[in-house]
């Protein structure tokens, strides 16, 4: 069965500090998918990004950058000078390609507080 | 172009009686997905239709249950309604054959069980 654990419950960091948010994910699977979606407090969960299982190349989108590692079932997301703006739930969530199977399976999601 | 939608906002019921929660996809998605956010559960998988069937459930009881219209809207209704079904209901569409599987989420109905 899939899982996604993260570990961190809640993160608290001061502005212009920068933050990583873990993920570890299990699948047996060997074709799946990984996302990160971002829930602020308005409550709808606002899409970040999307990995392949076959591409392992990190990404980087202006403050995010993600680091995605196989060989640990890890997919990490590091915000750079963090912003009051970015404090929200964040989830990683993973998708197995199976038909059928197409649900997402989130994590229990890290809350972000980032103070002035 | 729209994003999803849902109605209502909010819907406030009592013990026993049904509720009924109402999803519109991205223009051009087929798929619709159901998600409860209980306090404390996290979020939980429900319903998955596509082309009007239903194609996966997660592991919810019989008194869950929805469709899918041929306008690919959706509709949840939850019967017998309990304490505990208390929570937010968010509704996702995505592309249906794309094996990424991107989803993209309404804002939610808060559904309040008294």
């Known amino acids: 069965a899939q899982k996604v654990t993260q570990a961190q419950t809640e993160i608290s960091v001061v502005e212009k500090e920068d933050v990583t948010l873990d993920c570890v994910y299990e699948?047996?699977?060997?074709?799946?998918?990984l996302f990160w979606y971002k829930q602020p407090p308005s409550g709808e969960l606002v899409f970040l990004i999307r990995?392949?299982?076959?591409?392992?190349q990190n990404e980087i989108s202006g403050r995010y950058s993600w680091n995605f590692q196989k060989s640990t079932s890890s997919f990490n997301f590091t915000i750079t000078a963090s912003q009051v703006v970015d404090s929200a739930v964040y989830f990683c969530?993973?998708?197995?390609?199976?038909?059928?199977?197409?649900?997402?399976?989130f994590g229990s999601g890290t809350r972000l507080q980032v103070q002035p | 172009e729209a994003g999803v939608t849902q109605s209502p906002t909010h819907l406030i019921k009592t013990r026993g009686q049904q509720a009924t929660l109402r999803c519109s996809p991205i223009?051009?998605?087929?798929?619709v997905y159901w998600y409860q956010q209980a306090l404390g559960l996290g979020l939980q998988f429900l319903l998955w239709?596509?082309?009007?069937?239903e194609r996966n459930r997660g592991n919810f009881p019989p008194r869950f249950s929805g469709r899918q219209f041929p306008n690919y809207s959706s509709e949840l209704n939850v019967n017998a309604l309990e304490l505990e079904d208390s929570a937010l209901y968010l509704c996702?569409?995505?592309?249906w054959g794309q094996g990424n599987n991107e989803q993209f989420f309404g804002p939610g109905t808060r559904l309040t069980v008294l």
């Open positions: 996702a569409s995505s592309l």
């Open positions: 969530a993973l998708s197995e390609n199976r038909s059928g199977r197409r649900a997402l399976t």
């Open positions: 239709y596509d082309e009007g069937e």
């Open positions: 223009s051009g998605h087929t798929s």
């Open positions: 699948t047996r699977d060997t074709t799946y998918y």
């Open positions: 990995r392949n299982s076959f591409d392992e």
